[in-house]
Structure formats: C-alpha cells, structure tokens
T-cell receptor
Framework: GENVEQHPSTLSVQEGDSAVIKCTYS??????FPWYKQELGKRPQLIID?????GEKKDQRIAVTLNKTAKHFSLHITETQPEDSAVYFC?????????????FGDGTTLTVKP | GAVVSQHPSRVICKSGTSVKIECRSL??????MFWYRQFPKKSLMLMAT?????????EQGVEKDKFLINHASLTLSTLTVTSAHPEDSSFYIC?????????????FGEGSWLTVV
C-alpha cells in the first residue's frame, strides 16, 4: 500500500517568513496530492491540491510543487501570518478512482510567531 | 460552504452503551465515505471505507463488531461504537468524495468528539 512521510513534524517561523513542508510517497500509482489545514478540534480543510500531470500550482500565498520522479511534493507558504498557525497534512491517492482512499502524512504543526 | 455534515459534534456516553455518529453528504450523492479516528496531535487514522449498499471495508486492526458502519443511502453513512469503553474516547471524522467539475475531491465532516465515562 501507499506510505506517506511528512517532515518536519513541527515548524516555527516568524511572521512574514516562508514555511515549507515536505512529503514523500511510495506508490507510483498515486496521482493526486492534496494538502489540508486543520485547526484544533476542527475538520481538515482542503487548502490546495495538485495532480501528477502538473509540476506546480499556486494560489495566492500558498503553492505546491510535485516531483513525480522522486515521489515527493512540498507545500510552500509565503508571507506567513499568525492565522496560518495550524496542523497541516499532506495526502496521496489515486484521483480517478472514486473508491480510492487517501493516505495521510503524520502532520506538521506550524506556529507563526507575531 | 460545508458539503459534508457530521452529527453529533460532541457526545458523552457511559461505558457499555452504544453511540451512533452520522455523516451526511449535502446536495450530492456519495457512494463512498470514509471514517477516521484521530488522537490528539496525531494524524488521521483510516478505520474503514463505507460503501453504499454493501459491507464496509475495514482497515487492519479495526474491530468490525465494535465499530459498526452502515451506508444505507447515497447521502448517509453511520458509525456506531458498540459497548463503548473509555479507550474509545477520541475524535471521529468522516469524509466523502465530492464529484465536482474539476474531479473527485474529498471533503471532511466537522468531526465528532466522543467521550466515554
């Protein structure tokens, strides 16, 4: 099955700095890589996703890059703000399979210091 | 807006009793839903895949008789924790695949905090 590893487990940055979270996956059949933000006690919220036919995707301060050959993908947050503080999860699955289950990374706790 | 709704958000039950958690897809049909358990400061642990009209597929190590899953309609899946014990206390969360115009995206319910006393 799929195995997703996420690093770092905790990340602390100063407001305005950039934050980068990296994930690797093992199953070459995975072709969809979403990133979720979860605040304490709340549901994970999809913040950005990327499919394997694209190398990079950007949405305002958030970007995701994918290296399919190396099987790793990264979340980049620029100009971080205190409200970006949360736990971030990466995931991998087969996008086109309706029954495809996602494998999640262990999460990264991001703290943005004012 | 929310496309997956979960209820109740918080529930307290006594040891030995059963508790049911509902997961509903709003305005779309979900043939497949997923149930997760999340421990504090930990990742989402997939418990089972709920399939409409058929038996759920459980992950290794998850007790089928303990965590009953029923997906009786295309918009509702239920998780029943039977004979609950304090160690079953956790955050349970469901998700469903939303067949949007850009493809199949997974959305999560609000989650349910279960406390067994």
């Amino acid at each position: 099955g799929e195995n997703v590893e996420q690093h770092p487990s905790t990340l602390s940055v100063q407001e305005g700095d950039s934050a980068v979270i990296k994930c690797t996956y093992s199953d070459s059949a995975s072709n969809y890589f979403p990133w979720y933000k979860q605040e304490l006690g709340k549901r994970p919220q999809l913040i950005i996703d990327i499919r394997s036919n694209v190398g990079e995707k950007k949405d305002q301060r958030i970007a995701v890059t994918l290296n399919k050959t190396a099987k790793h993908f990264s979340l980049h947050i620029t100009e971080t703000q205190p409200e970006d503080s949360a736990v971030y999860f990466c995931a991998a699955r087969s996008f086109n399979t309706n029954a495809g289950k996602s494998t999640f990374g262990d999460g990264t706790t991001l703290t943005v210091k004012p | 807006g929310a496309v997956v709704s979960q209820h109740p958000s918080r529930v307290i039950c006594k040891s030995g009793t059963s508790v049911k958690i509902e997961c509903r897809s709003l305005d779309f049909q979900a043939t497949t839903m997923f149930w997760y358990r999340q421990f504090p400061k930990k990742s989402l642990m997939l418990m089972a895949t709920s399939n409409e009209g058929s038996k759920a597929t459980y992950e290794q190590g998850v007790e089928k008789d303990k965590f009953l899953i029923n997906h009786a309609s295309l918009t509702l899946s239920t998780l029943t924790v039977t004979s609950a014990h304090p160690e079953d206390s956790s955050f349970y969360i469901c998700s469903a695949i939303f067949p949007g115009s850009s493809g199949n995206t997974i959305y999560f319910g609000e989650g349910s905090w279960l406390t067994v006393v």
